[in-house]
């Protein structure tokens, strides 16, 4: 198990930049794959972007593909979505999440608490 606290969220302009931050307790941090999903009110939680564990692939969604990066250091524990040239839709609650490689919410078992993201228009 491991516990994950997301910050940097916050509220920006369209076509504005922010970086979240999802820090780990414990020693194994560098034994999880990290994934960033995102929920829109009203809608599903949707896959961002995910980072493998030595951080040498990494996926994204289609929609934040060019825009996104995500990146990870394992000394500090930590995981990272920059995102950049926002879009009103990418208004959200942003979790980051630990486990497999994978674009599938199931195959992650550890979640943050979620940070809100909002761009006004």
């Known amino acids: 198990q491991v516990q994950l606290v997301e910050a940097g969220g916050g509220l920006v302009q369209a076509g504005g930049s922010l970086r979240l931050s999802c820090t780990a307790s414990?020693?194994?941090?560098?034994?999880?794959?990290m994934g960033w999903f995102r929920q829109a009110p009203g809608k599903e939680r949707e896959f961002v972007s995910t980072?493998?564990?030595?951080?040498?692939?990494?996926t994204y969604a289609n929609s934040v593909k060019g825009r996104f990066t995500i990146s990870r250091d394992n000394a500090k524990n930590t995981v990272y979505l920059q995102m950049n040239s926002l879009k009103v839709e990418d208004t959200a609650v942003y979790y980051c999440?630990?486990?497999?490689?994978?674009?599938?919410?199931?195959?992650?078992?550890?979640w943050g608490q979620g940070t809100q993201v909002t761009i006004s228009s």
């Open positions: 999440a630990a486990g497999s490689y994978s674009v599938h919410d199931g195959d992650y078992n550890n």
């Open positions: 414990g020693r194994t941090f560098s034994g999880y794959a």
């Open positions: 980072i493998s564990r030595s951080g040498g692939g990494t």
